[in-house]
């Protein structure tokens, strides 16, 4: 980056030389606030807070917004990049310790503090409908995005039994990759449509009791619905582990243990679901630990019976990133 002009360089120190203005700037890094509460805070009055606030908007320290007839304020921070930046970052050590600095930030707290009613009593008349609201505002997908933002970027998790592809297509933008298979020509038609556009999703055709997965290849593996459709479930649970590197993780969720055989039927399924006794049992089994397992409560709107969630690791070391990168081409074979 090049250095600036003397011109700008003396604009941007002398806007940092007055102590009423390094005070603001504290202020506004913290917060953004309104010329109101930056005289409150800082006991100054309109004039001299207006006054030092065009300075600094003027030199591209601070930037502003209206809201209504209102203005509020807040420290550049992207915006400032550079000479600039270590210039603030210096003076910024060298005066944090001031004694105007910290009874600012005392009543800069003591005012937040006053937002807070207002925040509790929205939420006090919003609670019983809060729900409803929030998906009437912001949808659904959020919550399942953030949940999934947690797995690790560099794993590659394999999709068992995934049908359509939409758990696979759901994973594809938070994992390295995701290697779906599925006995079903039909299911992985509708899977290859789903995932065209995702370049980290492959699919194979292959049995649950027979994975096409080379041993200790995969990060995570999901079996999603699709354990009731296995004549052996041990196996494919055995299946499960085998292909889980060492400190993989892996999730079931499946049927509840239910009686409703017509329902069985109509599925196609060839059991009436699981107790969650007998997959904490079959995933120890198969070699797994840290095993825990609970039903789930069915929706309100779900016509099926209840599921359980199960969730187990592979014993073993967690394989560095280096070395992950070296296992790659394992991936593919």
């Known amino acids: 980056m090049p250095a600036p002009k003397p011109t700008t360089l003396l604009g941007w120190m002398g806007s940092l030389s007055d102590p009423t203005r390094l005070r603001l700037l504290h202020l506004l890094e913290r917060q953004e606030l309104g010329v109101a509460e930056l005289c409150d805070i800082g006991q100054l009055p309109q004039s001299t807070v207006s006054r030092h606030l065009k300075v600094l908007g003027d030199?591209?320290?601070?930037?502003?917004?209206?809201?209504?007839?209102?203005?509020f304020y807040r420290k550049a921070t992207a915006e400032r990049e550079g000479t600039a930046r270590r210039l603030w970052l210096l003076v910024r050590e060298q005066t944090a310790a001031w004694p105007s600095v910290r009874q600012d930030a005392l009543r800069l707290s003591r005012r937040l503090a006053d937002r807070h009613p207002a925040t509790q009593a929205f939420f006090a008349g919003a609670a019983g409908r809060w729900d409803?609201?929030?998906?009437?505002?912001?949808?659904?997908?959020?919550?399942?995005?953030?949940?999934l933002s947690l797995l690790p970027d560099g794993w590659v998790v394999a999709d068992l039994g995934c049908g359509t592809g939409q758990t696979a297509a759901a994973l594809a933008p938070y994992v390295r990759k995701v290697i779906g298979v599925d006995q079903s020509a039909a299911m992985l038609r509708a899977a290859e449509r789903r995932t065209?556009?995702?370049?980290?999703?492959?699919?194979?055709?292959?049995?649950?009791?027979?994975?096409?997965?080379?041993?200790?290849?995969?990060?995570?593996?999901?079996?999603?619905?699709?354990?009731?459709?296995v004549a052996a479930p041990r196996r494919a649970l055995g299946e499960m582990a085998r292909i889980l590197r060492p400190g993989g993780r892996a999730v079931v969720v499946d049927l509840l243990r239910h009686d409703r055989e017509e329902f069985r039927r109509q599925m196609g399924q060839q059991s009436l679901g699981f107790e969650p006794e007998d997959v904490r049992e079959m995933l120890r089994d198969a070699g797994l630990r840290d095993v825990v397992c609970r039903p789930i409560p069915p929706e309100p709107e779900a016509k099926g019976p209840a599921l359980v969630l199960a969730t187990a690791s592979r014993p073993g070391r967690i394989v560095d990133l280096g070395e992950r990168r070296r296992q790659k081409e394992e991936v593919s074979q």
């Open 59 to 71: 030199q591209g320290w601070i930037l502003s917004r209206a809201v209504g007839t209102n203005r």
């Open 132 to 147: 409803r609201l929030r998906g009437e505002l912001y949808g659904g997908a959020f919550g399942h995005a953030a949940l």
């Open 196 to 229: 065209a556009g995702l370049h980290n999703v492959e699919l194979r055709r292959g049995s649950l009791e027979a994975l096409p997965l080379r041993d200790a290849s995969m990060d995570g593996a999901l079996l999603v619905l699709a354990l009731t459709y």
